[in-house]
């Protein structure tokens, strides 16, 4: 699994050309592998949610997995904005990793070590 961000900006111009500030732009892209992809198939985990949005009080999805393998780009008029926006998709796709790895489990066994031996 790859994340490819591209950040970019592009200075603002007023109705006479004038300098009204700069945009910044992030662009996001998830890159799955083959197996990753069949996951998302097999769990049908297009629809996945991987961030959130707050709309009049009401906590609604954001970029979805399938969105996010497609390609998303966000405008914004800070670098703090990016700064924040870039965080929440990289923990986002993070936890995402976790349960993809999780999903891979299914129908195995899995061991896991606990504390130390002597």
């Known amino acids: ?6 950040r970019d900006q592009a200075d603002k111009r007023g109705m ?27 769990y049908r ?14 906590e609604m999805p954001g970029t979805t997995v399938a969105q996010a393998m497609q390609g998303q780009m ?8 990016l700064v924040k926006n870039e965080k929440v998709i990289k923990e986002a796709v993070e ?3 976790i349960l ?8 195995g066994e899995d061991v896991i070590e606990i504390g130390g031996g002597h």
Do not use: P
């Not at 985990?45 to 009401?58: D, E, I, P, V």
């Not at 993809?100 to 129908?107: C, E, K, P, R, Y």
């Open 1 to 6: 699994m790859q994340l490819a961000i591209i």
């Open 16 to 42: 006479l050309g004038g300098h009204k500030g700069v945009n910044f732009s992030l662009y996001y892209e998830l890159r799955l592998t083959e197996h990753e992809r069949q996951l998302v198939e097999r």
């Open 45 to 58: 985990l297009g629809t996945y949610a991987l961030t959130f949005q707050t709309l009049r009080g009401q």
């Open 74 to 81: 966000r405008t914004m008029e800070s670098v703090a904005v």
């Open 95 to 97: 936890d995402f990793k």
């Open 100 to 107: 993809l790895d999780v999903a891979s489990t299914f129908g």
